[in-house]
């Protein structure tokens, strides 16, 4: 299987950048990297994926290092509603997709 | 547009029971996912569908059955149910399969109690 391993919570103060870490070391060359969070109460919801060149959209920015085992999810500005539990998931050819254990993110106003 | 809608939203069951889950995709989505989710834990991929073919499969028993339709909406299936199958079953819908071939977007699940 392939594994992601993330921190079980985080806490950002309103306004301020989040840097959610997420470690793959298993990864396998043609695995890409999607990150989804996830409301109380309602299904994942996508925020970003990308292969191997960092990546950019209006929600978040993606990290990810250059032997690719780790990645970084970027909230530029954290709102209180980015509060959620962000799932760090390996896509592999195949269509399996892999969600880790999710770290969830507490938003102080 | 309406989005991913799945059916039931919660139903009871007793050991042993089948159950049946229903999933729409949104229009043009031509592929499926279903996925089972714990209670304090993140989804577990089951079954993935494109053009009516199974595409990908997890770690799930043979109790565990899928199909998709020629309108592509699906259903989960679930044999001689177990108390640890009780969970939030969520279906996932995208335009085609690969990862790169853009998001999935999830419905809100089907909450399983199995009594």
């Known amino acids: 299987d392939a594994k992601t391993t993330q921190p079980n919570s985080m806490e950002s103060n309103e306004e301020e950048p989040v840097h959610l870490p997420c470690n793959h070391s298993?990864?396998?060359?043609?695995?890409?990297i999607h990150w989804y969070r996830q409301l109380p109460s309602q299904g994942p919801e996508y925020v970003i994926h990308g292969l191997t060149s960092n990546v950019n959209n209006r929600m978040a920015s993606l990290a990810i290092a250059e032997d690719r085992k780790s990645s970084t999810l970027i909230l530029h500005r954290a709102t209180l509603r980015d509060a959620a539990v962000y799932y760090c998931?390996?896509?592999?050819?195949?269509?399996?997709?892999?969600f880790g254990t999710g770290t969830s993110l507490t938003v102080i106003p | 547009d309406a989005g991913v809608t799945q059916s039931p939203t919660h139903l009871i069951k007793t050991r042993g029971q089948h159950v049946t889950l229903r999933c729409s995709p949104i229009?043009?989505?031509?592929?499926v996912s279903w996925y089972q989710q714990v209670l304090g834990q993140g989804p577990q991929f089951i079954f993935q569908y494109y053009e009516k073919e199974e595409r990908g499969r997890g770690n799930f028993p043979d109790r565990f059955s899928a199909r998709q339709f020629p309108n592509y909406s699906s259903e989960l299936n679930v044999n001689a149910l177990l108390l640890g199958d009780s969970a939030l079953y969520l279906c996932?819908?995208?335009?085609?399969?690969?990862?790169?071939?853009?998001?999935?977007?999830f419905g809100e699940g089907s909450r399983l109690t199995v009594l």
């Open positions: 298993t990864i396998s060359g043609t695995d890409y």
């Open positions: 229009s043009g989505h031509k592929s």
């Open positions: 996932a819908s995208s335009l085609g399969v690969g990862p790169n071939t853009g998001e999935l977007f």
């Open positions: 998931i390996l896509y592999r050819t195949g269509n399996q997709f892999y």
